[in-house]
């Protein structure tokens, strides 16, 4: 009993860092609520690397990942003729302070809410993995045409992402 508490207290801090994040990221780039993208990116950076891992299982380079984001947010922004300032999250300003903790855009919302599923099916510590399975059954948002640009094929994301968890998963 203590053990399963002691992991949903890290899998709590798991969802702190992980949200937090994101929403640093989505600010830096001018949006006042994150993404599925954002949380992607995030995913890629907690400490736990299992996300990095997953990228390594498929030969992808996460920082194509996140020029491809990058560029499609200055292609985007570029469509509508608007310059594309400060898109680098460490030096943009964020515009203003959300209203509500955690607010995030439907991606955003899609992707946290089908964690707790993810994790009831491979129940391994709540991980980067966990993250990168969710995004990769979002084809038509900002992550999945991210994933496309650099040639990730979301089904051969998705299976990396099992195999991590499975590996993960507490015996």
């Known amino acids: 009993m203590f053990a399963k508490l002691k992991q949903r207290w890290r899998d709590t801090r798991t969802i702190m ?8 990221r989505a600010l830096g780039e001018g949006q006042r609520h ?8 995030a ?4 400490p736990d690397g ?3 891992r997953v990228f390594e299982r498929i030969g992808a ?3 194509a990942y996140r020029a491809a984001l990058v560029n499609r947010h200055a292609a985007a922004l570029n469509g509508i003729g608007l310059a594309a300032p400060g898109l680098d999250a460490g ?3 964020p ?3 959300p209203t509500r903790l955690f607010d995030a855009q439907p991606s955003g919302q899609a992707l946290m809410q089908s964690l707790p599923e993810l994790q009831r099916r491979l129940p391994a510590p709540l991980c980067g993995a966990h993250v990168l399975l969710a995004a990769a059954s979002m084809a038509h948002s900002a992550a999945g045409r991210a994933f496309k ?3 990730i094929d979301p089904q051969a994301l998705g299976r990396a992402a099992e195999a991590e968890l499975r590996a993960a998963i507490p015996t």
């Open 17 to 24: 860092t992980l949200s937090l994040d994101a929403e640093r």
């Open 34 to 41: 994150p993404g599925a993208e954002h949380y992607t990116l």
């Open 43 to 46: 995913a890629l950076d907690l």
């Open 50 to 52: 299992s996300a990095r």
């Open 61 to 63: 380079d996460p920082e």
């Open 91 to 93: 030096h943009a300003e």
């Open 95 to 97: 515009p203003a302070e």
């Open 149 to 151: 640009t650099i040639g």
